[in-house]
Nanobody, 128 residues
Framework: QAQLVESGGGSVQAGGSLRLSCAASGVTYSGYCMGWFRQVGGKEREGVAVIGISGTTTYADSVKGRFTISRDNAKSTLTLQMDSLKPEDTAMYYC??????????????????????WGQGTQVTVSS
């Protein structure tokens, strides 16, 4: 069985930082599509950051320059480093993956928007 588990969420003041992690189990972690999405209340999930083959990445315009997505050296954990956090970043953050898809980050964003595996989410709250 494949499973994604997020961690690292919490409460922080505006301007602070948080680092989210996503551990994949039950499947070999390699270059398949992975990314982070976020959701506020009943709104649709927003693609925040996605990573594809050869470490290609794509980010939502609202987080460019502040968030960084990466895979660890062992390719067993996905990380989202969030700096200069703003109140509008407050949301439930989800790790997403499609273990059978490989491609550029842009391609992966489209793939993950339409399906894939999802974690349970980790809450991020930013106060002003």
């Amino acid at each position: 069985q494949a499973q994604l588990v997020e961690s690292g969420g919490g409460s922080v003041q505006a301007g602070g930082s948080l680092r989210l992690s996503c551990a994949a189990s039950g499947v070999t972690y390699s270059g398949y599509c992975m990314g982070w999405f976020r959701q506020v209340g009943g709104k649709e999930r927003e693609g925040v950051a996605v990573i594809g083959i050869s470490g290609t990445t794509t980010y939502a315009d609202s987080v460019k320059g502040r968030f960084t997505i990466s895979r660890d050296n062992a390719k067993s954990t996905l990380t989202l480093q969030m700096d200069s956090l703003k109140p509008e970043d407050t949301a439930m953050y989800y790790c997403a993956a499609d273990f059978s898809k490989f491609g550029s980050a842009g391609y992966c964003l489209d793939v993950l928007r339409r399906g894939g595996h999802w974690g349970q989410g980790t809450q991020v709250t930013v106060s002003s």
